[in-house]
């Protein structure tokens, strides 16, 4: 079985920074993709930075400039730190990661970011 877990959510001034890490563990043998999502209340779910092995990385045009994502692939770690925070990207931010060359990905349970003066 394989686990995902965030951490370093919470409440942050507009304007602010936050990092979020995210660890992958259990059986895993290889990562091909980790990255992050964002889900606000009444809106859908939404890609925020994905990571592939060997690929491309990909951004929210919303937050191209402000979000950077990065792997620790010794740990099965994946970071994102979010600079010039905005009130708009209040949202529970979950982390993902496709694994073993599965065709379907593992959730963690979200950890809560709130942009408020």
């Known amino acids: 079985q394989v686990r995902v877990v965030e951490s370093g959510g919470g409440l942050v001034q507009p304007g602010g920074s936050l990092r979020l890490s995210c660890a992958a563990s259990?059986?895993?043998?290889?990562?091909?993709?980790m990255g992050w999502y964002r889900q606000a209340p009444g809106k859908q779910r939404e890609l925020v930075a994905s990571?592939?092995?060997?690929?491309?990385?990909n951004y929210a045009d919303s937050v191209k400039g402000r979000f950077t994502i990065s792997r620790d692939n010794a740990k099965n770690m994946v970071y994102l730190q979010m600079n010039s925070l905005k009130p708009e990207d209040t949202a529970v931010y979950l982390c993902?990661?496709?694994?073993?060359?599965?065709?379907?990905?593992?959730w963690g349970q979200g950890t809560q970011v709130t942009v408020s003066s």
């Open positions: 259990g059986s895993i043998f290889s990562i091909n993709t």
């Open positions: 993902y990661a496709r694994v073993n060359d599965r065709s379907y990905g593992y």
């Open positions: 990571m592939p092995s060997g690929g491309t990385t």
